[in-house]
């Protein structure tokens, strides 16, 4: 059974910083692309970043580079999001995705950890 399991979602003040994790199970972690979207509310989905399967490689939306790291642990079969700089615009729900290869669908989901940023 695929599982994402996405954890480390609370309420954080401007300018704070947050790291998220997800812990994959359930599909061979090292042959997928990991990537975090995030949806604000009221908003549609936002893909915010991903690592490719060695985690050599990562990429992210304009909005959060330099403030966002993305990295993985595939010994541990988990993603993380490590973020800072915390803006009230990062509040939202974040889900941790998986797919095989770039421009495909996201295979796998997890169910979504809020975020909120406000003081």
């Known amino acids: 059974q695929v599982q994402l399991v996405e954890s480390g979602g609370i309420l954080a003040q401007p300018e704070g910083s947050l790291r998220l994790s997800c812990a994959a199970s359930?599909?061979?972690?090292?042959?997928?692309?990991m990537s975090w979207v995030r949806q604000a509310p009221g908003k549609g989905l936002e893909w915010v970043g991903g690592?490719?399967?060695?985690?050599?490689?990562?990429y992210y939306t304009n909005s959060v580079k330099g403030r966002f790291t993305i990295s993985k642990d595939n010994a541990k079969n988990t993603v993380y999001l490590q973020m800072n700089n915390l803006k009230p615009e990062d509040t939202a729900v974040y889900y941790c995705?998986?797919?095989?290869?770039?421009?495909?669908?996201?295979?796998?989901w997890g169910q979504g950890t809020q975020v909120t940023v406000s003081s």
């Open positions: 995705t998986a797919r095989r290869a770039p421009g495909t669908a996201w295979q796998y």
């Open positions: 359930g599909f061979t972690f090292n042959d997928y692309i």
């Open positions: 690592i490719y399967t060695d985690g050599s490689d990562t």
